[in-house]
């Protein structure tokens, strides 16, 4: 008993050394060794008790989560009671099978119901009985991983032998939780090797002007309450300014994108993230009658963070919407805008981050417009195919954008203080990478040229 519990708690600091999620996901198996103890309500017929009321308990539990609230468990344990009249020990076994129920299951502590049956054989001195048992009962469960759980139980249980009889179990161990849709997930993010094995690509992001054009943008800024997809009052102001943006030009199409901090398991977030962005388009569509199938709903769960989430100010800042708004239009017949993408048409050679003399043009375009707009700053974009390494990729993203930005401070007079450098590698790409054709188009640079004030 003292080496079992001994090893609960070695496995229990080991597991807080995780990142703390939440796990209850369908699809998942779990595996969870328990240790406790085992009241026995039976006497003999002299009314005098037959058997120890309370003996230790070694068991463990198999199961699998239907959906994330549902689940069935296997249950087998093991006691090693005692005959009280004449002190002889004896051996117990129980064996069920328990439905449970997770009440909030991708929280932190997920608390639970549990009902089951099956029966338990004890060898009594000189003989043994087999008994049906039902039982009844719950627990809580404290994932410190989306692997591991803390797990505390307890149970009343109904023996039918010669009568009915009333035993109680109480435990404690550790759940370890296998597979389920976040394994999935995790999957499906594994990096591409070969042009050849190329899956195929989204439609191309709102986000990418048309080559050659101007793109005006509107932006938005909402956040959430924690595990929440409510639009709070305050932030229907910032839907309306996107609402009349697309009333006003027609043609714009949106892309609303959901985001979450890290708190629980990463299908919940995706989840969340994506009630979150549905929740924006709906509300488009029934208060600023925008044609839904100009909107389009984008969670990206925890994995595009603007923000530390080891704060509670960072969390917050990271629960919140994004929206893409897409439009080309002549400059000429247009105000300023409040944000303005450019898109630099530029090739890059394969694995360089030189500036060929045939697109400087395309820069000093830039260099212009933030020249007839003082107050702009602008974000330099740098992208590659996936060619090679993705970590040597996000490198030499960062390296073609910070070129455009020397070339604009240097030879341009743009003050260095107005422009940042950005590199993300292969992860944005707006075309199939199987052909040299895809490939040379995702090698580019986008400006995005932010903060015009309208005087």
Not at 163 to 186: C, D, I, M, P
Not at 389 to 400: E, G, I, K, Y
Request: aromatic share 10%; with cysteine; charged share 25%.
């Amino acid at each position: 008993m003292k080496k079992l519990a001994f090893l609960l708690a070695v496995l229990t600091v080991l597991a807080l050394a995780g990142i703390a999620h939440a796990g209850e996901r369908a699809g998942a198996f779990s595996i969870s060794p328990y240790v406790g103890g085992y009241h026995f309500d039976e006497h003999d017929h002299n009314g005098q008790a037959a058997l120890t009321e309370n003996k230790p308990i070694y068991g463990i539990r198999v199961g699998y989560d239907f959906t994330d609230s549902l689940a069935a468990e296997l249950v087998g344990s093991y006691a090693r009671a005692e005959y009280k009249i004449s002190e002889r020990r004896f051996n117990a076994w129980f064996y069920h099978m328990d439905i449970l129920y997770n009440f909030i299951p991708h929280s932190v502590v997920v608390p639970y119901l549990a009902v089951g049956g099956g029966g338990q054989s004890i060898e009594y001195p000189g003989k043994s009985a087999t008994d049906g048992v039902f039982n009844a009962g719950g627990g809580l469960k404290f994932f410190m991983s989306d692997m591991v759980a803390l797990r505390a139980d307890g149970r009343h249980i109904w023996d039918f032998s010669y009568k009915t009889l009333h035993n109680w179990e109480y435990s404690l161990g550790l759940s370890f939780v296998l597979g389920g849709r976040q394994a999935a997930a995790t999957a499906v993010t594994a990096p591409t090797q070969a042009p050849a094995q190329e899956t195929p690509v989204a439609p191309v992001p709102a986000a990418e002007p048309t080559p050659g054009h101007y793109k005006y943008c509107v932006t938005m800024h909402i956040e959430f309450d924690i595990d929440r997809a409510l639009i709070r009052p305050e932030y229907r102001p910032e839907i309306a300014k996107v609402g009349d943006f697309m009333k006003k030009y027609p043609s714009t199409t949106a892309v609303i994108e959901g985001h979450t901090d890290n708190v629980g398991s990463y299908q919940h977030n995706m989840d969340l993230s994506q009630r979150r962005a549905q929740a924006v388009v709906d509300y488009l569509v029934d208060n600023f009658g925008i044609d839904r199938s100009r909107l389009t709903a984008r969670g990206y769960g925890f994995s595009r963070p603007v923000a530390d989430n080891a704060t509670n100010d960072g969390k917050q800042k990271n629960r919140r919407i994004e929206a893409i708004i897409d439009c080309a239009f002549d400059v000429q017949k247009l105000e300023p805008p409040e944000r303005l993408c450019m898109s630099l048409v530029m090739d890059f050679d394969t694995g360089k981050a030189d500036i060929k003399p045939e697109y400087r043009g395309e820069i000093a375009k830039v260099a212009d417009y933030m020249k007839q707009y003082p107050t702009t700053t602008a974000v330099i974009e740098g992208h590659t195919d996936n060619t090679g390494d993705p970590q040597a990729n996000m490198q030499l993203s960062q390296r073609r954008a910070q070129a455009v930005v020397d070339y604009l401070v240097n030879n341009l007079g743009i003050d260095r203080s107005r422009l940042s450098a950005k590199g993300y590698g292969d992860t944005r790409r707006i075309a199939y990478n199987n052909t040299p054709e895809g490939r040379a188009a995702n090698r580019r640079i986008n400006a995005v040229i932010d903060c015009v004030i309208k005087k």
